[in-house]
């Protein structure tokens, strides 16, 4: 296995067809100028996601078909835990995320397991309405709960984890829709991880838009609530200081 | 007759279970439930009779409507078991994709890090 200095952060970037925009945000997130290593998760794309994403300087993990989010954050968990990294940050390709913001995220992990970027923090201009808006504020309010401190964007994909956290999620972190933001957290914190939440603006997407049909966000909601049911009736991990095994089926 | 035709029709069943069994068409775990089944409509073909007294016996009224029962019971189990066993398919496949992709990206860091090593070793094995 390679080694590395074991201070160097890993910033995981699942990507499907994303090659309008990775090259861009992989040389961004390497511009800061920290000691990032940026790993693509190319999730089965059709595209030239990878070759773009190897051309700005990320390693590529080439999923040979797509798993959603759920199943690339975990291969590249995988892949952390393996090279031996203790920190890892989840940052979307679409460039949503601002890397200026990666260092204040991993900030975070200096008194909690899990730090998630938030986007409704009072920062930013980032605004969903309706009951896509209703569904993400009850989401909130139960995981705040549950996670015995204040998170009012349970959904963000701009999420960090130190060891411990990584070694929970290699043990349960579903490729179902959801799965790798209601449900792994969920299951995180009932395993014993703590969450910190620090507040951080988005950017527009590059490309596409948040749907703002009615319908689509009831969906949404049930949907939710359905995750969020499961996984609160689901089985701990067992987490032992810094790895655990994770063998076999989980 | 018939239940000479019922009787044909379960011997050829449980025939082509078997047959797929020896020919390794079948796993066995799932070959098991057949051949329950297939023996079941063996028995009943036979003795059509058992039908009568079983269905008095739980109290149903038409020995058709016992049958019908019992197979839908069956073919929803059945359903419900493949589902289950898709679901272990998928998650292991899951897990193999993950490997296959880090390992890829391991040979290739490798690859890239000493990339004369692959034409040494292939020009000594070639002598």
Not at chain 1, 72 to 88: E, L, P, S
Request: neutral net charge; charged residues 20%; proline residues 3%.
């Amino acid at each position: 296995m390679e080694t590395h200095d074991s201070t160097r952060v890993l910033v995981i970037m699942p990507a499907w067809n994303e090659a309008e925009s990775v090259g861009d945000t992989v040389r961004e997130v390497l511009g800061v100028g920290r000691a990032y290593d940026v790993l693509v998760v190319n999730d089965g794309s059709t595209d030239d996601t990878a070759e773009l994403a190897a051309a700005a300087g990320a390693t590529v993990l080439n999923l040979p078909f797509n798993l959603g989010v759920g199943g690339a954050m975990r291969a590249g968990f995988k892949y952390a835990q393996r090279t031996g990294y203790r920190r890892v940050i989840q940052v979307d390709a679409d460039g949503q995320h601002d890397p200026e913001h990666i260092e204040e995220v991993l900030a975070g992990l200096n008194h909690a397991d899990i730090s998630i970027g938030a986007r409704f923090a009072d920062k930013g201009a980032y605004k969903v309405s309706g009951p896509r808006k209703w569904a993400m504020q009850f989401l909130a309010k139960v995981i705040s709960g549950l996670a015995k401190t204040r998170l009012t964007d349970v959904t963000s994909g701009f999420r960090a984890a130190n060891e411990r956290a990584i070694s929970q999620y290699l043990d349960h972190y579903p490729a179902e829709y959801l799965g790798d933001t209601i449900d792994s957290l969920v299951v995180a914190i009932r395993s014993g991880c703590s969450v910190t939440q620090i507040p951080v603006a988005m950017r527009p997407r590059q490309g596409g838009t948040p749907s703002h049909n009615p319908l689509k966000a009831a969906i949404y909601l049930g949907r939710s609530v359905f995750a969020l049911l499961f996984a609160l009736t689901r089985k701990r991990s067992h987490i032992t200081s810094g790895h655990i095994a994770v063998e076999g089926t989980s | 007759m018939g239940n000479l035709a019922a009787f044909i029709l379960s011997l050829a069943i449980v025939g082509v279970v078997v047959e797929m069994l020896r020919r390794k068409k079948l796993r066995e775990k799932y070959a098991a439930l057949w051949l329950v089944v297939g023996t079941g409509t063996l028995i009943l073909a036979a003795f059509p009779s058992l039908l009568t007294i079983v269905t008095q016996f739980v109290g149903v009224q038409l020995p058709s409507n016992l049958l019908f029962i019992i197979s839908i019971l069956l073919l929803l189990g059945v359903c419900l078991h493949l589902s289950w066993e898709i679901s272990v398919v998928e998650d292991e496949t899951r897990t193999l994709a993950e490997e296959v992709a880090i390992l890829r990206a391991l040979v290739e860091q490798q690859a890239a890090a000493n990339p004369a090593n692959g034409d040494t070793s292939n020009t000594t094995t070639s002598k």
